[in-house]
């Protein structure tokens, strides 16, 4: 019986953090259909209109990212003054994503467009939070219409599929995926690799198993479970920005785009590989992870 209770609350506290963060996301939402009724507010959800609801989200989230891993944010000074696509390796959950979204909002009043899967939208009652948080379908137009209006534009290549089958390897899991070096190249932007230190020791995927790649290559749907949630120290580092080529032009870009655009793809890879080779042990040691949190020689 003993070893039987042990065993279940060691299950129940590996999936209860993840559970946790599903309540907090719904709860979130409430609270901006709360704001949204009590101010009778009509108003684009990006609009400054849902700033002070937006920096009250945000802090919480900044507040819950401090305690719990610790999480520093470093290179935010690499970020451009104007648009620019931020490319990012995808965490089992992407909460660190999160943070960062949160942190960055706080430091710089700025809201960054996050690409999202498909199924995102399909979840039920996260219309309004998706709205306001500038959560936004992978679709080539509306990815330029954000960069034209000014706006920062995220996307992790690897999306569902490397949150689901990379592991603590850290390998990026990005297949052919090309379309965000075609739209920096069509918008004349450029391109900002992001990592988080640590991301796989907080939240696990079960090892890869045939029969659940085959359910996700055939529905599309994240049906692997995560598991985890141990507070283990938490680090977004932004690297150097890959420039986009002025020498390029229209005439040349729609002779090269497909050179060009497997050029810019390899730059980003690259980039984002070098950022995860410097900043996290392979394989990932939760251990030593945890350990972090004490290191204060590495703030």
């Known amino acids: 019986l003993i070893i039987a209770s042990l065993a279940i609350s060691a299950i129940l506290v590996f999936f209860i953090v993840p559970l946790i963060l599903v ?27 849902w700033d002070s609801i937006r920096k009250t989200i945000a802090s919480f989230w900044d507040i819950y990212a401090r305690i719990w891993h610790g999480y520093e944010l470093h290179g935010v000074e690499n970020l451009p003054e104007g648009p620019g696509i931020l490319v990012y ?118 090892k890869e198993r045939r029969f659940f790649r085959r359910l996700y290559e055939s529905t599309r749907l994240p049906f692997t479970p995560p598991y985890g949630g141990l507070p283990v120290k938490f680090r977004t580092y932004i690297g150097k920005p890959i420039p986009y080529d002025p020498n390029i032009t229209a005439d040349e870009l729609v002779e090269k785009v497909c050179k060009a655009k497997f050029l810019f793809s390899f730059q980003t890879k690259t980039a984002v590989q070098a950022l995860i080779s410097k900043h996290q042990t392979i394989p990932g040691n939760i251990w030593k992870a945890l350990l972090e949190r004490f290191d204060k020689s590495r703030k």
């Open 23 to 49: 309540f907090f996301i719904y709860f979130t939402n409430i609270l901006l259909l709360i704001y949204q009724r009590n101010n009778e507010v009509k108003a684009d959800p990006l609009s400054d209109v």
């Open 89 to 206: 390796y995808h965490g089992a959950i992407p909460i660190d994503y999160l943070y960062f979204l949160s942190r960055l909002f706080l430091w710089k009043k700025r809201i960054c467009l996050s690409v999202a899967d498909n199924f995102v939208f399909r979840l039920p009652g996260l219309k309004l939070l998706l709205g306001v948080t500038g959560v936004i379908p992978g679709r080539r137009e509306e990815c330029l219409v954000g960069l034209k209006n000014g706006y920062l534009v995220s996307i992790s290549p690897g999306g569902v599929r490397e949150a689901l089958f990379s592991d603590e390897s850290y390998q990026l899991v990005w297949g052919n995926r090309k379309g965000f070096a075609q739209v920096a190249l069509e918008a004349k932007v450029p391109i900002i690799p992001m990592y988080t230190q640590n991301v796989r020791e907080g939240y696990r995927m079960f």
